[in-house]
């Protein structure tokens, strides 16, 4: 799998995600990073250190930027720097990130971890018919446990790379992780997650397991 320079994660870019987690709803993206030893193929599985407390699955859409992007205040130029659009995991390692909030310390350790990020196979954006209507699910043991649409974004897709591209130079082969809805829990061991990528020419469907 080809390394990005960098994995751009939004938080809370969902409302009803902020509000299980007891988290206010944001008036700015909430922007964090995973470094590129935090990829992992969708076929490695999932593994973390059990003394780490649990794991949550955050599926997310997730999409690689092909052209650079810096400083872009338009939201529909910023779109054209998407090349192609995939599902992933964010996965964090919730005790650990709660104990380090309540400390005030920055969260890397749960969030950037390596084996912390999970990806599918590249779909091309021309896929994408409409930005803003754009599903997707997850499933962990045949149960849905998460649905996502770009509808409900608290900040559309466009917006969302515009402001990133304020703060963090987008290269090529970068990945921007768009944030989750809500249904997060924790991992157990032989469980078998099928993500779903819906509203585009057909549904483009991936699953990995936790070891």
Known sequence: ??????????????????????????????????????????????????????????????????????????????LQAV??????????????????????????????????CLLGSWVDVAEIRDWKAVTYSLQVNDELRQKGDTALLIFDIGSLLAEISQVFSLEPGDVVMTGTPAGVAALRSGDQLTMTLNGISQDFIWTTFVK
């Open 1 to 78: 799998m080809t390394r990005p320079s960098k994995i751009v994660c939004v938080g809370r870019s969902y409302a009803d995600h902020a509000k299980e987690l007891g988290n206010a709803v944001p008036d700015r993206p909430v922007l964090f990073i995973k470094p590129p030893s935090s990829l992992v193929d969708l076929t490695e599985g999932i593994q973390w250190n059990p003394v780490w407390g649990d794991c949550h699955y955050e599926c997310e859409l997730s999409l690689r930027i092909d052209r650079p992007l810096k400083g872009e205040t338009d939201a529909t130029a910023a």
């Open 83 to 116: 090349g192609a659009v995939t599902l992933g995991l964010d996965l964090t390692l919730r005790d650990l990130q709660n104990e380090l909030k309540a400390k005030g310390q920055p969260w890397e350790r749960a969030k950037a971890f390596d084996g912390s």
